[in-house]
């Protein structure tokens, strides 16, 4: 058994060392959560804790090793949840003024694998508000800090979940990627996030902002971490008419083979002269990695790249249009008071309730779904989207998996492009093609930039296709150290 805390070690680590009765589950989850206690008050990655829940779901996992019982696959594993994701009994807000006090009646079906595994949830972390936005700069509650350097973003809209891995206060975290969400605060806060295929995992019980691209997904603190946590959360799930039939794999079992033989395709347009170049550097010093480990380097084009942007903000926005709705004061969330009328009433409580990028995107959408303009605005977003994915077949009709930038510069400052909506979805340029295409993608640390803030390699594949995506992501894992590199917080 490593000496090193037991906050530090690796969710497999943990698991493994609790079977083996080498350490009490209980013991985990209290060093976890005074690590929380000791440092959270300078990240903010948290909305809530639920440690009464963890303190007895370690205890079970005890009475279970006690008593020589079967133990799950993640017993005694720290797990942190997105709080856009329903927990029985414990509120759920979306970081949101509308939802707060929501306390849902069932959990989702991520959140149930997870129970059924022998996880210890320890709590909700702070996104941007209903999952809309790039810096987690959009909560209503507080803004999250980047372990790296409090002063600098940690990524959105997963942002609390990407922190609370840098910072080691969970072994591993639950995001959501709509349009890079889980990718893109992976590559700022130097950690692994993984966005699987769209409907590889269950939507049940994620609470919805664009749902033909949302995707729920781990974040881990290693390649190997992220496959296990996949293999507990992917597969079919009757309540979600989304979720893919496909069997499961194991994910583990050939994480290790390598990327000899190999085709690799590196896109020339995820290298514009806009990239920061310490972010193009990194990557490329990754793709020499690659070379050198026996795969073949291929060029390969994606020629409507530069349209996903404006894609993704046209049928994204659309959707959450519609799913937020159901805000209205009637039915769900908060009500205002002092309406004279249903108008006024649905009126006061929007304005009260949402957040100004919240509503700024339902107005776009609105908009764009509009009579006069849905054929000009949405039909086109979505025939780039089909544009989008056939890029995608052609080039993996050619290689194996695609390697590229996943953040086109690292963390930038807090309140550094708030007042710059367009700036800020620029950021999100080399993640939300796959969510459009519906692939899956992993993003891993490859280094830093002269500041010491992290870099990220985008690895993205097949449709179901997240075997050989982690199994190219381990190989580079294993050459070198940046997984195990640690913010300089304690």
Known sequence: MTTAPLHRLSALAVRDAVARGEVRASDVAEDVLGR?????????????????????????????????????????????????????????TCASKILRGFVPPYDAHVVERL???????????????????????????????N???LSRVPGGSSGGSAAAIAADFAHLALGTDTGGSIRQPAALCGMTGLKPTYGRVSRYGLIAFASSLDQIG?????????????????????????????????YLASIEDGVKGFRLGVPREYFP???QPAVRDRVRDAIDVYERLGAEIVDVSLPHTDYGIAAYYIVATSEASSNLARYDGVQYGIRADGARSLVEMTSRTRTQGFGPEVTRRILLGTYCLSSGYYDAYYLKGLRI?????????????????????????????????????????????????????????????????????????????????EETILRVARAYERETDWHLQRPPLD
Request: net charge neutral; hydrophobic share 45%; aromatic share 4%.
């Open 385 to 465: 989207r089909t544009l989008l994915r056939r890029d995608f077949d052609s080039a993996f009709a050619k290689v194996d998996a695609i390697l590229c930038p996943t953040s086109p510069i690292p963390a930038f400052k807090i309140g550094e492009k708030v007042s710059d909506p367009l700036s800020m979805y620029l950021c999100d340029v080399f993640s939300v093609t796959a969510n459009l295409a519906g692939i899956p993608g992993i993003s891993i640390p490859c280094g830093f930039t002269a500041e010491r803030l992290p870099v990220g390699l985008q690895v993205l594949g097949k449709p179901l296709g």
């Open 273 to 275: 002269e806009s990239i």
């Open 115 to 145: 129970r059924a595994e022998d996880a210890i949830l320890v709590g909700k972390t702070n996104l941007d508000e209903f999952a809309m936005g790039s810096s987690t700069e959009n909560s209503a509650f507080h803004v999250t800090a």
């Open 36 to 92: 929380i206690h000791g440092l959270d008050s300078k990240v903010r990655a948290f909305l809530r804790l639920d440690e009464d829940g963890a303190r007895a779901s370690a205890k079970a996992v005890d009475a279970k090793v006690a008593a020589k019982k079967p133990l799950g696959r993640l017993a005694g594993v720290t797990v942190a949840v997105k709080d856009v994701l329903c927990t029985r009994g414990v509120e759920t």
């Open 218 to 250: 781990p974040m881990t603190g290693d390649v190997r971490d992220a496959a296990l946590l996949l293999s507990v959360i992917a597969g079919r799930d009757a309540r979600d008419s989304t979720s893919q039939p496909a069997p499961v794999p194991d």
């Open 147 to 149: 372990p790296w350097d």
